[in-house]
């Protein structure tokens, strides 16, 4: 018998060697590369990919903004972004390397031509540094913005290589602009070549949950409306909207985070065990749990938005006196709302979500509250420190997992109160958690989609959103109705009271 | 180090120091254990041990278990000293703390180490042994802790007669894990080489410039994964500066850095057998000729 030829035989010299998370060569565009988001968030992770040798030798960038600005200005902008914000030590050697692939095109996609501008540059790169055709367009820019680069970009595809595009949040403002954000994308390209993405969802301590629940054996039993009372899942944030009223104005806590951020925490913690950890197998639970998602009406939905008072001791303003915010504006700044998931696991247990601006401190965590042992022997003055078993996830700060359960005061008698046993993510695996971007980025550089949001997903949540706002356009709210440093309007707390449960303590 | 101790009074120091060091009012300090490592460190290994493992603790939260032996002592006893490192999580005020017991074997306790360590082993936690300079085969201490151990952590590049001790080595496979800090440091040229796949695939020679155990297990690896004998040429250096496979040079493909802590860091996250590593120690063992 002869044997085959060795260029068609599996590498045997791979054996034992672990497979390493290290992209193919590619070159990645960021559309909006003079922002915030690209010097505090993108280029410290592609430094810290750089940093881990997570990225292709053959690798480029090329950011492309209104402002004008060479090449040099550009890395040098860069440079100190990446020391200013990056994690790791500055190395002088793995900057350099990153920074020869580095290009700027000084672009308004109004100006005729700007984007073939673009596409000769990263032609060039392919050139120059053996990308290979391999694009990534990462679109950090207003949502006004997004259609004219896709239909820009699309239709100047590379023929060789591959493309995949990367469209930061918001996805749109309602269901209706999402869908035609949608169809226009999907006009030029796959569904697998696009990357919504959430960047809770690149979080480690957000991953973890998944681990958490299916693989580890002795939780999955009990996640169920058998043995849960409810879920609280808070996103409380001590900043205010630190410069972003513009945005801010328009969205409103409920499309900047409850939309995106907080029902993707609640489809992570009702969804059903996936059949392996493909991306659609993953996403395809996801949106079941979407799906099954309503809000009982609108006394369940709580809005508020802060008036002055103090943060850490320090005086702040209210919303309405933040620069660039109308005076008489009624966006909302806080959040709440009781949400059902209508199946079979999750049917009458109420998912209470809340987020909000100016809270007391910045805390996202899921709790998952389990019900009362149905009869403790125990007498009642000897249970009165007792608080029902509560699995706590925390995504930030503090990232881990507690679990709060009853325990014997030593001494004589019998006395119970409520511990808390932690385990602590950093405290377990010192190595550093990578920032979100990193994760999401090298995934999207694989073809791994797993962590971004499908379009049916987005189309779920705003249908949720819309649903949740419909009421809000025929009332004129009381605002502000909440002082900055405390937990939100007294009508939250009411939420749960009628339920005869309250909200955390912190 | 407190001399003439029982692993009770080990115990009860390691509860009476968690309990000091957390004051009134403070977080309380997290004992967070991901393994128990043992280090067999004898006293010409005592400063290359401690300069591998200081910060060792701080990536992988551990319980760790020095053992220094010294056969030659007159007393038949253990010496003992426990320490709580405690590391700051970053930015936050808690502090999570693991545990370094270090215990002096002497006398005839050089060689029964088990009942020693087992008592203060983490359960239900992977138990690593890290064993410094050559393995005594057969030796008592070593086939006790083996048994005890889920992993072997030996550097062959420690053995001054290498070639000699993998077919010893090979025995021991059946019962424990093997990692071997040399292996590791071929990685990045076995990658390398590994991208020459398909030109290399009749490779008839190695040419390597680095250490001779190094080069040793690049040759035999070779051979081993292409089914054919490789001739290995070896030039004298002090790490690996060279493979060439047939006159191709191989690029080595490196992640991260390379200090004795780093690679020893990387093993103990690495739970299951290579067999690539495996094939090459058991090629040395005299059935395999």
């Known amino acids: 018998m002869t044997q085959a030829p060795a260029s068609t035989q599996e590498n045997p010299l791979l054996e034992g060697l672990r497979k390493r998370r290290q992209a193919e060569p590619c070159a990645m565009t960021i559309f909006g590369a003079s922002g915030d988001l690209t010097q505090r968030k993108l280029f410290p992770a592609l430094y810290a990919l750089a940093f881990r040798s997570l990225l292709p030798p053959n690798f480029g960038v090329v950011g492309v903004a209104r402002t004008p600005m060479s090449d040099d200005e550009f890395r040098e902008k860069m440079r100190q972004a990446v020391a200013d914000h990056g994690r790791d030590e500055f190395r002088q050697e793995v900057w350099d390397q990153l920074a020869e692939g580095i290009r700027y095109v000084a672009s308004d ?290 990232e881990g997992v507690s679990l709060a359960v009853g325990a014997k005061v030593p001494g004589q008698g019998l006395t119970i109160r409520t511990v808390h046993m932690d385990f602590l993510y950093g405290g377990a695996f010192r190595t550093g958690l990578p920032e979100a971007y990193e994760r999401l980025i090298l995934d999207c550089m694989l073809g791994d989609s797993t962590l971004f949001t499908r379009a049916d997903e987005v189309e779920e949540q705003w249908a949720l959103v819309d649903a949740m706002v419909a009421p809000w356009k025929r009332d004129h709210p009381n605002f502000p109705n909440y002082a900055a440093g405390t937990w939100g309007p007294a009508a939250a707390e009411e939420l749960l009271r009628r339920d005869g449960r309250s909200w955390r303590r912190h | 180090m407190a001399e003439n101790v029982t692993i009770r009074d080990v115990e009860r120091e390691l509860g009476d120091l968690r309990a000091a060091t957390t004051q009134p009012g403070e977080h309380p300090r997290l004992r967070t254990s991901v393994m128990t490592l043992m280090a067999w460190v004898p006293p010409n290994w005592v400063d290359a041990a401690t300069e591998t493992l200081a910060g060792l603790a701080e990536r992988h939260p551990s319980r760790t278990i020095l053992l220094f032996p010294q056969p030659d002592d007159p007393r038949d006893a253990l010496d003992a000293e426990v320490d709580l490192r405690c590391f700051l999580r970053g930015g936050e005020e808690q502090q999570v703390c693991s545990e370094v017991i270090s215990i002096r074997l002497c006398g005839r306790r050089s060689s029964a180490p088990a009942t020693v360590v087992e008592p203060l082993l983490v359960a239900d936690l992977p138990v690593f042994l890290r064993w410094r300079g050559q393995c005594p085969f057969g030796a008592p201490e070593l086939e006790e802790l083996v048994d005890i151990a889920d992993r072997l952590v030996v550097d062959t590049s420690e053995w001054p007669d290498a070639e000699v001790a993998y077919e010893r080595l090979a025995e021991l496979l059946d019962r424990i894990v093997v990692s071997d800090i040399a292996w590791a440091r071929t990685e990045p040229w076995r990658r390398g080489v590994a991208a020459l796949w398909p030109d290399v695939a009749n490779a008839s020679s190695v040419r390597v410039a680095g250490p001779p155990v190094e080069a040793l297990l690049l040759g035999r690896w070779l051979s081993a994964r292409l089914g054919r004998e490789v001739e290995l040429q070896r030039e004298p250096a002090g790490e690996i500066e060279l493979v060439e496979v047939d006159g191709r040079q191989a690029v080595p493909v490196r992640f991260e850095r390379e200090s004795s802590s780093d690679l020893l860091s990387e093993q103990l996250e690495i739970f299951s057998r290579d067999r690539a590593y495996e094939e090459v120690v058991r090629s040395f063992s005299s059935a395999a000729i």
Request: proline share 7%.
């Open chain 1, 109 to 398: 996609f109004s100006d005729e031509g700007g984007e073939q501008h673009v596409v000769d540059c990263l032609n060039a790169l392919d050139k120059e540094r053996g990308t290979a055709g391999n694009r990534v367009y990462y679109l950090a820019v207003p949502p006004s913005a997004i259609e004219t680069i896709v239909v820009a970009m699309g239709k100047r595809r590379t023929t060789g290589g591959w493309t995949r595009l990367i469209v930061e949040k918001p996805f749109g403002h309602d269901l209706e602009s999402a869908r035609h954000l949608n169809e226009v994308i999907r006009t030029y390209f796959e569904e697998n070549e696009i990357f919504r993405i959430d960047h809770y969802l690149g979080k480690e301590t957000v991953q973890n949950m998944l681990v958490l629940r299916f693989a580890n054996g002795i939780f999955e039993p009990i996640w169920n409306r058998q043995f849960v009372d409810h879920v609280q899942i808070t996103v409380a944030e001590s900043l205010g909207i630190e410069g972003r009223a513009a945005f801010f104005e328009q969205a409103g806590a409920v499309r900047d985070i409850v939309q995106n951020h907080l029902l993707q925490l609640v489809a992570l913690t009702a969804m059903e065990p996936p059949i392996d950890f493909s991306a659609d197998s993953v996403r395809n639970e996801k949106v079941k749990v979407l799906k099954a998602m309503h809000t009982p009406g609108p006394k369940h939905v709580v809005r508020g938005q802060y008036g002055p008072g103090y943060i850490e001791g320090e005086e702040v303003p209210g919303y309405r006196e933040e620069p660039g915010v109308a005076p008489d504006s009624t966006t909302e700044t806080y959040v709440a709302a009781k949400l059902f998931v209508d199946n079979w696991r999750w049917a009458d247990t109420p998912f209470y979500i809340r987020t909000g601006k100016r809270l007391p401190r910045r805390e996202t965590t899921i709790a998952i509250q389990f019900k009362r042992a149905p009869h403790p022997p125990f007498e009642i003055d000897s249970e009165e420190g007792l608080r029902p078993n509560v699995l706590l996830v925390h995504i930030q700060p503090d």
